[in-house]
Nanobody, 119 residues
Framework: QVQLVESGGGLVQAGGSLRLSCAAS????????MGWFRQAPGKEREFVAS????????YYADSVKGRFTISRDNAKNTVYLQMNSLKPEDTAVYYC????????????WGQGTQVTVSS
């Protein structure tokens, strides 16, 4: 059974940093693109960042460019999201996704991790 487990969320002040991790188990995702999405209260889930299986192609939402960095470790079946210069508007539940094509989600989702940025 496929499982995606996110970690690293929490409460941080504006301007601070957090690093999210998403560990996949149940099968190897080393040949799949992976991505991060987020959903703020009362809003639709939106694309944040994605990375191809080789790491050669990376995509970011305009709202996070220059502040967030996505990376992956295929040997560990893990994808990361380094978030710097956080803003209150980054507050959301962040979801890991497997099979992301550009900004379009794939079929597997994690349970989400809460990120709260206080002003």
């Amino acid at each position: 059974q496929v499982q995606l487990v996110e970690s690293g969320g929490g409460l941080v002040q504006a301007g601070g940093s957090l690093r999210l991790s998403c560990a996949a188990s149940g099968r190897s995702f080393s040949r799949y693109a992976m991505g991060w999405f987020r959903q703020a209260p009362g809003k639709e889930r939106e694309f944040v960042a994605s990375i191809t299986w080789s790491g050669r192609n990376i995509y970011y939402a305009d709202s996070v460019k220059g502040r967030f960095t996505i990376s992956r470790d295929n040997a560990k079946n893990t994808v990361y999201l380094q978030m710097n210069s956080l803003k209150p508007e980054d507050t959301a539940v962040y979801y890991c996704n497997v099979g992301t094509l550009g900004s379009d989600p794939g079929g597997y989702w994690g349970q989400g991790t809460q990120v709260t940025v206080s002003s």
